[in-house]
């Protein structure tokens, strides 16, 4: 059992808002008989802010546990509603509410987790309804007119695990679902079929090194309704390896590869200028290193590029564009003595983004930097008390490149305080207390401050 109660004053001056929040939740877990069991879950959250976000979430299982297999029948039952200006004056709220329930069978055979000992086998089958409504659905308001959602959605999957060995265990899975998203007005409503495929393959290699080959081919079909010239496929490739090695027991290092390929498709010949293809590649080395018990040293390096080429395009007015990123982060923790923990971490990012000429040359657009810092102590003055202050420093700063000028598009400093403060901590329960402010600055607009004040109980039994 768990509840949360906080009060929300925020100064930024084109949003300012000031109101209490009350959120909470319970689970319930208990096996009936020696085969059968059940579990219960149920969280919600409200408040009287202008744009509120309020909503509620129950979910339920019951497994029957057989020699043969496994079954399981499970519910989710998710509703949100949130509040937003819908004009530029932003002085009249509407309310959006999105009310989803998902009905799943599953029979498994075997322990995933363990297929290294045997094979593990599940099949899955569900149905989903979704409403959504929204009080500016009916008003003369171009992007919310007649946006209603009745929806049905269902699936399958089939997933098989396979090992030899303590050393070779691989896994495949297949994916059906079609989803019919019935909006109110004609030119939105589609129904999408998905169909997908995933490999796996994970090899230990020595001692302590490991590698991972991941695969993936899935195809969408998008169908609208007849006269709406919006029918489309995709075709998806992703495919990948996880490199993982242990130079000795306190230091490891991670290499992760990942190249997705997605080819876009318009049906209607009078759409075809929107074929394109999309390509992404991801290379992120990591180290962790543990000197002591008490340290634990953890870098992480991000490369990152998406290129989006048009089946046609021109030189005069390219669509065509390249955006790339490197992210460099580090984090630090140290335990000081027993009752004190030092947290700290740093990042820095570089970014730019850029059209492409009918050669494949970058055409500069925009650059951009990132960087932060932060650091969070935890001293524990007592069995009954911890106080944890915090402190983040973070900068964003973009601007445009033309011919051989730049200038500057935004400029922002994020400047967060925050204290935490755990109170009677327990095996069964604790009262957590939240402070925090984040001041903004920026070039454009005034000093923006943002206050938050949060008192969470949880409790179990």
């Known amino acids: 059992l768990n509840a949360d109660v906080g009060h929300v004053y925020d100064k930024r001056f084109e949003n300012r808002d000031s109101g209490n929040t009350l959120s909470g939740g319970v689970n319930y877990n208990d096996d009936l008989l020696n085969t059968l069991s059940l579990k219960l879950e149920g969280t919600g959250k409200t408040s009287n802010l202008n744009r509120s976000q309020d909503g509620y979430r129950g979910a339920g299982n019951i497994s029957y546990n057989h020699g043969l297999a496994d079954v399981s029948l499970s519910f989710d039952d998710n509703l949100n509603r949130r509040g937003y200006y819908s004009n530029i004056g932003r002085k009249e709220i509407e309310k959006r509410k999105r009310h989803e329930r998902t009905l799943k069978l599953a029979v498994n055979r075997g322990d995933f987790n363990r297929i290294s000992e045997g094979m593990a086998v599940e099949f899955a089958f569900n149905i989903q309804r979704k409403d959504i409504t929204d009080t500016a659905d009916k008003k003369d308001n171009p992007l919310k007119y007649q946006t209603n959602v009745k929806g049905d959605a269902k699936g399958f999957d089939i997933k098989i695990g396979k090992g030899v060995g303590r050393r070779f265990t691989s896994i495949w899975e297949m994916e059906y679902s079609k989803n019919d998203n019935g909006v109110e007005r004609k030119n939105r409503r589609r ?15 020595g001692r302590a090194d490991t590698v991972e080959f991941v695969g993936w081919i899935a195809r969408t079909r998008i169908d609208t309704p007849a006269g709406v010239a919006n029918d489309r496929d995709e075709l998806k490739f992703e495919s990948g390896v996880l490199y993982t090695s242990h130079f000795i027991d306190n230091l490891k290092t991670e290499l992760d590869f990942r190249v997705l390929q997605t080819h876009f498709v318009n049906i209607d010949v009078s759409q075809s200028a929107q074929n394109k293809w999309m390509k992404t590649y991801l290379l992120s080395p990591a180290l962790v290193y543990s000197p002591l018990r008490a340290l634990t040293v953890i870098h992480r390096v991000n490369l990152y590029a998406n290129y989006i080429t048009y089946d046609f395009d021109s030189d005069f007015s390219p669509r065509s564009n390249i955006s790339r990123r490197v992210t460099s982060e580090s984090s630090i923790d140290l335990a000081l003595s027993s009752r004190t923990i030092l947290k700290t971490g740093a990042m820095f990012e570089e970014n ?38 915090m402190y983040i420093y973070a900068v964003r700063h973009d601007w445009s490149i033309e011919a051989d000028t730049t200038s500057s598009l935004r400029r922002e400093i994020d400047q967060t305080y925050g204290l935490d403060c755990l109170l009677f901590r327990r095996e069964n329960g604790s009262v957590i207390i939240r402070l925090k402010r984040i001041i903004r600055n920026t070039r454009r607009y005034p000093t923006r401050i943002r206050n938050y004040i949060t008192v969470a109980l949880n409790y179990g039994f």
Not at 191 to 205: C, N, R, Y
Not at 352 to 360: A, F, I, N, T, V
Request: net charge negative; charged share 30%.
């Open 352 to 389: 730019d983004y850029g059209k492409l000429d009918s050669k494949g040359n970058k055409i500069p657009s925009e650059e951009g930097l990132r960087r932060s810092f932060d650091i969070s102590i935890e001293y524990r003055f007592a069995d009954w008390l911890t106080l944890s202050p």
């Open 191 to 205: 129904e999408q079929t998905d169909v997908a495929t995933k490999g796996s393959l994970f090899l230990g290699i």
